[in-house]
C-alpha cells in the first residue's frame, strides 16, 4: 500500500470517529436538555397544585400523576407542605400513580399523621396500591383509623375512608361490619365506595352478602349498577345464586 493511500485511510477513520464522538456528546447534551426541561415542568406543575383555578390544579395533579417516577421526588416534597391544598393534591396524584410512587412510601406513611383526615386516608390508598410490605405492614395499623372516619360528619372524609379500605383490599377485612353499615349512608358517593370495597375485600367478606342484595333490589342505580360486581367477587353459594338470577332475567 503507497503512503498517500494510507494516509487517506486513517485520516477517513480518524473523522469518522470524530463524527461518532461528537454525535454522542450531542446525544448527551440533549438528553440532559430534556432532563433539565422536564425537572423544570414538574416543579411548575407543583407549583399549580396550590392555585386557586381548580381547574389547573385538577390539570397539574393529573399530568403528575402520569409522569411516573421522574415526578415522585418533588411530590416527596409537596407532602411536607404548609399549604393544604398542595399537600391534597400531591397525595392525590400519588394514589393515582399506583405502583410507580413507591419510593414515595416513607413519605406516605408519614401523611398517614396528617392533620387533615381527607389526606391521611387517601395516603392510606396510595400506599395500598404501592404493593409494598412496608407499606402494607402501615397499613394494618391503620385500618382502625379508617373504619373510625367511615362515621365522620364530613362526607368527604367518608368517601376518601370507604374508598381506601377497598384500595386496601382483604388487609382491611375487619372493616366488613362497618362498611356494611355504611351501605344505609345518605351520601351515594359513600354507598358507593362502601360497595365497590366489600367486592375488593373478596371473600373475607361474605357476611356482607344480604346486604349487598338489599341494596341491589332498593339503591339507586348509581349504587346497586355495583353490587353485581362486589357479589361476584365474593363468591359465595348465595351470591352466585343472584348472580345466576340476574343473568336470567337479561336473557
Same mark, same amino acid.
Do not use: Y
Given at each position: 500500500?503507497?503512503?498517500?493511500?494510507?494516509?487517506? +485511510?486513517?485520516?477517513?477513520?480518524? +473523522?469518522?470517529?470524530? &463524527?461518532?464522538?461528537?454525535?454522542?456528546?450531542?446525544?448527551?447534551?440533549?438528553?440532559?436538555?430534556?432532563?433539565?426541561?422536564?425537572?423544570?415542568?414538574?416543579?411548575?406543575?407543583?407549583?399549580?397544585? &396550590? %392555585?386557586? %383555578?381548580?381547574?389547573?390544579?385538577?390539570?397539574?395533579?393529573?399530568?403528575?400523576?402520569?409522569?411516573?417516577?421522574?415526578?415522585?421526588?418533588?411530590? +416527596?416534597? !409537596?407532602?411536607?407542605?404548609?399549604?393544604?391544598?398542595?399537600?391534597?393534591? /400531591?397525595?392525590?396524584?400519588? *394514589?393515582?400513580? &399506583?405502583?410507580?410512587?413507591?419510593?414515595?412510601?416513607? !413519605?406516605?406513611?408519614?401523611?398517614?399523621?396528617?392533620?387533615?383526615?381527607?389526606?391521611?386516608?387517601?395516603?392510606?390508598?396510595?400506599?395500598?396500591?404501592?404493593?409494598?410490605?412496608?407499606?402494607?405492614?402501615?397499613?394494618?395499623?391503620?385500618?382502625?383509623?379508617?373504619?373510625?372516619?367511615?362515621?365522620?360528619?364530613?362526607?368527604?372524609?367518608?368517601?376518601? /375512608?370507604?374508598?381506601?379500605?377497598?384500595?386496601?383490599?382483604?388487609?382491611?377485612?375487619?372493616?366488613?361490619?362497618?362498611?356494611?353499615?355504611?351501605?344505609? %349512608?345518605? %351520601?351515594?358517593?359513600?354507598?358507593?365506595?362502601?360497595?365497590?370495597?366489600? &367486592?375488593?375485600?373478596?371473600?373475607?367478606?361474605?357476611?356482607?352478602?344480604?346486604?349487598?342484595?338489599?341494596?341491589?333490589? *332498593?339503591?339507586?342505580?348509581?349504587?346497586?349498577?355495583?353490587?353485581?360486581?362486589?357479589?361476584?367477587?365474593?363468591?359465595?353459594?348465595?351470591?352466585?345464586?343472584?348472580?345466576?338470577?340476574?343473568? /336470567?332475567?337479561?336473557?
Amino acid at each position: 500500500m503507497t503512503k498517500p493511500r494510507l494516509i487517506i +485511510i486513517i485520516n477517513f477513520f480518524l +473523522i469518522l470517529n470524530l &463524527g461518532v464522538f461528537i454525535f454522542g456528546c450531542s446525544d448527551d447534551g440533549e438528553q440532559e436538555e430534556e432532563k433539565e426541561t422536564q425537572a423544570q415542568e414538574i416543579q411548575q406543575l407543583v407549583r399549580e397544585l &396550590g %392555585d386557586s %383555578d381548580g381547574m389547573i390544579r385538577t390539570h397539574a395533579t393529573v399530568a403528575l400523576s402520569r409522569m411516573g417516577e421522574p415526578a415522585v421526588p418533588a411530590l +416527596i416534597e !409537596a407532602l411536607s407542605h404548609q399549604d393544604v391544598g398542595i399537600r391534597w393534591n /400531591a397525595v392525590v396524584a400519588l *394514589n393515582m400513580m &399506583g405502583e410507580p410512587a413507591k419510593p414515595a412510601v416513607p !413519605a406516605l406513611i408519614k401523611a398517614l399523621k396528617d392533620e387533615h383526615k381527607e389526606i391521611r386516608a387517601t395516603a392510606a390508598g396510595a400506599l395500598a396500591k404501592t404493593g409494598t410490605s412496608e407499606a402494607k405492614e402501615a397499613l394494618v395499623e391503620f385500618v382502625p383509623t379508617l373504619i373510625k372516619s367511615l362515621s365522620d360528619k364530613n362526607v368527604g372524609v367518608r368517601v376518601s /375512608a370507604a374508598r381506601s379500605l377497598g384500595e386496601i383490599g382483604v388487609t382491611a377485612k375487619q372493616a366488613v361490619p362497618d362498611l356494611i353499615k355504611v351501605l344505609e %349512608d345518605k %351520601d351515594v358517593g359513600v354507598r358507593r365506595n362502601a360497595v365497590a370495597a366489600l &367486592g375488593r375485600i373478596g371473600s373475607e367478606a361474605a357476611e356482607a352478602v344480604p346486604a349487598l342484595i338489599k341494596v341491589l333490589n *332498593n339503591d339507586v342505580v348509581a349504587v346497586s349498577s355495583l353490587v353485581l360486581g362486589a357479589l361476584e367477587k365474593i363468591g359465595t353459594p348465595e351470591a352466585k345464586q343472584v348472580l345466576k338470577e340476574s343473568l /336470567a332475567k337479561k336473557q
